[in-house]
């Protein structure tokens, strides 16, 4: 900060980060009665929700399940959570984001969220219709006998990238209910007295800003996956890899937190996607660089993807034939073309530079469980099981792919990520010291902190964090009256 004396903005609560939990934040608080304004330091709110596929997982009878067909239950929805998101997931967050889930819905819902009571019942990352409902893993094994499988990915009324039209409908209902928005403005610091955060100091095109909140400050900034030396001493597996945001992830609601006696938690977690196509893989199977198959292919790609990067030696190639690529209509196969084809596998995995005659004997055993129509492997759906026939192709994962009119996600070698560990909150969203005691006056939500996961991923689980856990923060800071 400058000498100069900086200008005082005051409110009751003061939200620094508009994407989804910073919305929701602000919204609960200012339906609690508090004067709230929210901090923004890109010229537009919505962050890396804005951009992302728009899924928010919800469960346990919504509304939308129900207007498809499908019954669902707290307890199967936990069951499956925390069996996706582990190991290590937080468990007392997860019985409460399940338990609450239905009221969440609706709430969203109320707020102008919208949900077509239509399922996508494809394999892919994002729909490329406007359905509201879409499976997410649930389905798969090992997941449908450890839970009733229900589909829980609640998404927007938009093909692809739906973040969009739920950052719209959030941002809306936050000035409907009276959140005062600036935008261009980067918080740099707590302001701290008496033992009490009080407020932050910003830069507002180049002028300090000292904003004063009387009953809490709400960190909604998003995660760490474009700060370099953060990852390399936090997330290292993310290092070299695509990054899943709008370029300001950068830790800094983190750091300002750490600088006032914050703790963090599971700094290591992190989501990685490989750009791969579901539609194509569940046609054939997925292998790595040995010539290896080592997943159910019908699996959530995130669970693929995790299972690829942080277990099998790369490249890794989705195996097809001629009839399961033409199966795929032209839409759905997102920009995808085979990279090599050949009518005999040793010659293939040779192209490829796999150990003589791995890929045959892959699929080989794979071809001999589809006759059987069983996946003894992997337990792949009986629905998916085929044997693959000459000609066969192979998808290099590391092209990408181009959903609608986007680039791909990954930069260079198909695989892109994002960061899950941040500071260590309350379910409530009262940032803790390291010895376990709140900060007062300070709280968090979203990829700021640590959620509901452990060492897995589900999509629409940041969305559906974020925003749960952002207003359960929000009503906290509004009630905390100094």
């Not at 992190?270 to 790595?288: F, M």
């Not at 044997?387 to 998808?395: K, N, S």
């Not at 590391?398 to 260079?412: N, W």
Request: glycine share 14%; with cysteine; proline share 6%.
């Amino acid at each position: 900060m400058s000498g100069q004396a900086a200008a005082a903005v005051s409110c009751d609560v003061l939200v620094v980060g508009l994407g989804c939990a910073g919305a929701t934040a602000a919204i609960e608080a200012a339906e609690a009665g508090a004067s709230v304004v929210a901090l923004e330091r890109a010229s537009a709110p919505g962050g890396s929700s804005a951009l992302s596929g728009g899924e928010l997982y919800l469960g346990g009878g919504t509304a939308t399940q129900q207007a498809c067909g499908f019954a669902d239950s707290a307890e199967a929805m936990y069951d499956f959570l925390v069996a996706a998101l582990g190991p290590h997931a937080d468990e007392e967050k997860l019985r409460r984001y399940c338990e609450g889930s239905v009221e969440h819905h609706d709430w969203l819902v109320g707020h102008g969220v919208v949900f077509k009571p239509s399922l996508h019942d494809r394999p892919t990352w994002m729909p490329d219709t406007d359905d509201g409902l879409m499976w997410l893993g649930e389905n798969a094994a090992p997941f449908n006998s450890l839970a009733q499988p229900a589909p829980r990915g609640h998404r927007g009324p938009a093909p692809y990238y739906a973040g969009k039209v739920l950052m719209d409908a959030l941002v809306e209902a936050a000035a409907a209910a009276g959140v005062e928005t600036h935008t261009d403005t980067r918080a740099v610091s707590l302001v701290v007295e008496d033992g009490r955060v009080v407020g932050v100091r910003a830069r507002r095109f180049g002028e300090d800003v000292e904003y004063r909140a009387a009953r809490g400050v709400v960190l909604t900034t998003g995660g760490f996956v474009d700060n370099e030396p953060m990852l390399a001493d936090h997330a290292p597996a993310l290092l070299g890899h695509g990054k899943v945001s709008d370029g300001l992830d950068d830790g800094s609601g983190i750091a300002m937190a750490l600088h006032v006696g914050a703790a963090t938690r599971r700094m290591h977690a992190h989501e990685i996607a490989l750009t791969y196509l579901p539609a194509l893989a569940v046609r054939g199977l997925v292998v790595d660089g040995l010539g290896q198959r080592f997943v159910n292919e019908d699996s959530y790609p995130g669970i693929v993807s995790h299972a690829a990067v942080t277990h099998r030696p790369a490249p890794y190639w989705v195996i097809v034939d001629e009839i399961g690529f033409e199966d795929v209509p032209e839409r759905e196969r997102w920009g995808v073309r085979p990279a090599y084809a050949a009518e005999d596998l040793d010659e293939l995995g040779a192209e490829l530079g796999m150990p003589a005659g791995a890929l045959a004997a892959t699929v080989a055993a794979y071809n001999r469980d589809a006759e059987r129509g069983e996946d003894t492997w992997f337990r792949k759906d009986p629905d998916w099981l085929r044997p693959l026939r000459p000609p066969y192709a192979a998808i290099d994962v590391a092209v990408g792919f181009h959903p609608g009119d986007r680039d791909s996600a990954a930069s260079g070698n198909g695989v892109a990520g994002f960061t899950l560990g941040g500071l260590h909150t309350t379910p409530d969203g009262a940032v803790l010291t390291w010895a376990g005691e709140p900060i007062p006056g300070l709280y968090a939500a979203g990829r700021a902190t640590s959620g509901i996961h452990g060492d897995g991923y589900i999509s629409g689980t940041s969305l559906g964090d974020g925003t749960f856990f952002g207003r359960a923060a929000g009503r906290s800071a509004a009630g905390a009256v100094r």
